[in-house]
């Protein structure tokens, strides 16, 4: 779908997220973020209507739109996608400005380390939960690296080098979280699949 889709084609993404299961559902969700994407790249079309939206800036309503999709239905009972993540990371890099207080760096973060603990097959709550503005990424995300895929940490190393904006927030979480104390020699010794320092 592109940038001229009418609201009728969000509405019905959107029923779809809420409606549908599993991966009917999930691949709705990814086509829906691409709409708030292309919204935030351009600042028209469905995700931008009856408001004042400049191209290339991110505000709370695009990171409700996201909140929202992220949490319908249809998926918020599933781990985060890896798809779903690379349209909030193209989403990120998009909204050069910012008027959002934060939120969406919270939900890219929370949506991270939910998708790279699910794939390394760790125990993640349902995303109703997780991703939620008042749910601490503490609570639930895992402490150290044990049991964490490298191919996941090098996946998101490689999505957050060479970007624009930075997400403290997420290197914050990838460094605590994800990585522990008890893995950073490991980092030491393997620049080349995460760098924390940019």
Known sequence: MSIQDSP??????????????SDAA??????????????????????????????????????????????????RDIPVSRAEVETLFQI????????????FDDLLAKAV???AA???GLPVPPRSVALQPGTAIESWAPTT???VNVEVLEW?????????RSNRVLKTLV???LIGAATLPLVAALPAVIDLAT
Do not use: N, Y
């Open 26 to 75: 999930r691949a709705s969700a990814v086509s829906a973020l691409g709409m708030v994407r292309d919204g935030v790249i351009t600042g028209e079309g469905p995700t931008t209507l009856g408001r004042i939206h400049f191209s290339r800036s991110l505000d709370a309503d695009d990171a409700a739109w996201c909140a929202r999709i992220l949490t319908a239905a249809g998926v």
């Open 145 to 147: 690296a044990v049991g």
């Open 92 to 103: 990120g890099e998009a909204g050069a400005d910012r008027s959002d207080d934060g939120r």
């Open 113 to 115: 380390v939910h998708h």
């Open 175 to 177: 460094a605590a979280c």
């Open 156 to 164: 998101i190393a490689a999505q957050m080098r060479g970007k624009r």
């Open 8 to 21: 009728a084609d969000l509405s019905e993404l959107i029923r779809q997220v809420e409606t549908l299961q």
């Open 118 to 120: 699910a794939a390394s």
